[in-house]
């Protein structure tokens, strides 16, 4: 069966350093988002795309986060620079379709900033 | 911002009980889904219910969907130990932007 990939998995950097996230959705699949989770809460979308286009990046922090999608397929989260708050888990997410299709999310990356 | 709210935050039951999960929203929606996520992994998509849909079952998933009390039930028949995990609703408003709930939290004893 199918999966969206992420790595790393698990992720440990010091703040003010720069740290990136990489995702592979599932083949076929044009949309694909980006979610923060901190501990205890539900995801929160930080940013979505349509094939190469930015659908939606109203909920991520501009100064410090960019995300790019070049050619439609993979995905790269970077932030630079980390804070504290900034440890969460990240999760990417894709999707056949746009109108409020199932999502399928990958296993995520565990961000800890010391 | 989060809108749907899960009730309880908690529950545990023992293996064989059935579990009832509830979620709130504020405003319309197109769509409801339910979420399963094991402990530190990513989500697992359940069931999806449209706004015109009151009932839907999959296996031993059961979901209802009152639009006039902006509410919406998970029922989980039987539960299993590997029924442990964090459950999530989210309402989809508009194009596929799904916003998640806080989620329960549902712990099985075997």
């Known amino acids: 069966e199918a999966e969206v990939a992420q790595s790393p998995r698990y992720k440990i950097t010091e703040k003010s350093q720069a740290v990136a996230f990489w995702c592979d959705p599932i083949?076929?699949?044009?949309?694909l988002y980006w979610y923060r989770q901190i501990l205890g809460q539900g995801p929160e979308l930080l940013v979505q795309?349509?094939?190469?286009?930015?659908?939606?990046d109203s909920q991520l922090p501009k100064d410090r986060f960019s995300a790019e999608r070049l050619k439609g397929v993979d995905s790269t989260l970077k932030i630079q620079p980390a804070e504290l708050g900034d440890s969460a888990m990240y999760l990417c997410?894709?999707?056949?379709?746009?109108?409020?299709?199932?999502?399928?999310f990958g296993p995520g990356t565990r961000l800890t900033v010391t | 911002s989060q809108q749907g709210e899960e009730d309880p935050q908690a529950l545990s039951i023992q293996e064989g009980e059935n579990a009832t999960m509830n979620c709130s929203y504020k405003t319309s929606i197109n769509n409801l889904q339910w979420y399963r996520q094991n402990s530190g992994r990513g989500l697992v998509h359940l069931i999806l219910i449209r706004s015109n849909e009151r009932e839907k079952h999959s296996g031993r998933l059961r979901v209802t969907l009152d639009t006039s009390k902006k509410s919406s039930s998970l029922l989980i028949t039987a539960s299993r130990a590997a029924d442990t995990a964090s459950y999530f609703c989210?309402?989809?408003?508009?194009?596929?932007?799904?916003?998640f709930g806080e989620g329960t939290q549902l712990t099985v004893n075997p």
């Open positions: 997410a894709s999707s056949y379709g746009l109108e409020g299709a199932e999502q399928y």
């Open positions: 795309f349509q094939d190469e286009s930015v659908v939606d």
């Open positions: 989210a309402t989809s408003l508009s194009g596929s932007r799904l916003t």
């Open positions: 083949s076929g699949h044009a949309t």
